[in-house]
């Protein structure tokens, strides 16, 4: 835990000094309620923020920074949201990999589940970054494992396909956190709950960079699961 604890702070230092490419060191005494001469050592590096300081600077960063880029990043073609350009943005997925670790790093997390293609780089960067399991749900069943995780997911008008995970990887009562990049309807996210539950795994949170109406909000309400999207839209 003191590793990661020291993990959260340094991302908190990070996250400040690029607040600092945004804002004057008035703007950001104003945010974060310190004084100018403090911030000057942190944004130098002559002192390291304190683990709530670093989670303060991370949440303004997260607020104020992020969903701008994130918004730059993305465009909107005949109502399709197109994202290639993020997702082939390594900074700004580091970046909100390391705005998650900072909310859930003291919970337990072993095990970060997504499902191919587009959750993927994602939630491989923050299964490296906490240590934990990546478990990828695909559509087809992989040669050479025998047993599976099979879930029907439900699309809208009534069309349907299956997820497949390996059985086993997910352990019973292990904490997860679910990973996605956008969703709109939900099925997606529906079906790798439902995969989780039948192991009786524990879901800690269900998080995506992009949600589109209330899809999101829905699952949370019906299951009971915190969510979280950093751009509604």
Do not use: H, W
Request: include cysteine; charge should be positive.
């Amino acid at each position: 835990m003191k590793q990661l604890e020291l993990k959260i702070r340094l991302n908190g230092a990070e996250a400040l000094r690029t607040l600092k490419e945004i804002y004057s060191y008035q703007e950001l005494s104003k945010l974060t309620k310190l004084s100018p001469q403090i911030l000057l050592r942190y944004i130098k590096g002559q002192f390291l923020p304190s683990l709530e300081r670093a989670e303060l600077f991370t949440k303004i960063f997260k607020e104020k920074a992020l969903k701008k880029a994130i918004l730059r990043n993305i465009e909107i073609r005949e109502n399709i949201i197109v994202n290639v350009k993020l997702l082939s943005n390594i900074r700004i997925l580091n970046q909100i990999a390391k705005t998650i670790i900072t909310e859930i790093y003291d919970k337990g997390i072993t095990a970060i589940v997504t499902k191919e293609t587009d959750g993927v780089p994602l939630a491989t960067l923050i299964a490296n970054k906490l240590e934990a399991k990546l478990v990828v749900a695909k559509n087809r069943k992989e040669p050479g494992i025998k047993e599976f995780i099979e879930v029907k997911q439900v699309y809208s008008g009534g069309l349907y396909d299956y997820i497949y995970i390996p059985k086993n990887i997910i352990r019973r009562e292990e904490k997860i956190l679910i990973i996605d990049d956008i969703v709109r309807t939900g099925s997606t996210i529906r079906a790798l709950v439902e995969a989780c539950l039948k192991e009786k795994a524990k879901i800690i949170k269900i998080f995506t960079i992009i949600s589109v109406g209330e899809g999101l909000n829905k699952i949370g309400e019906e299951y009971g699961i915190p969510v979280e999207a950093l751009v509604k839209m």
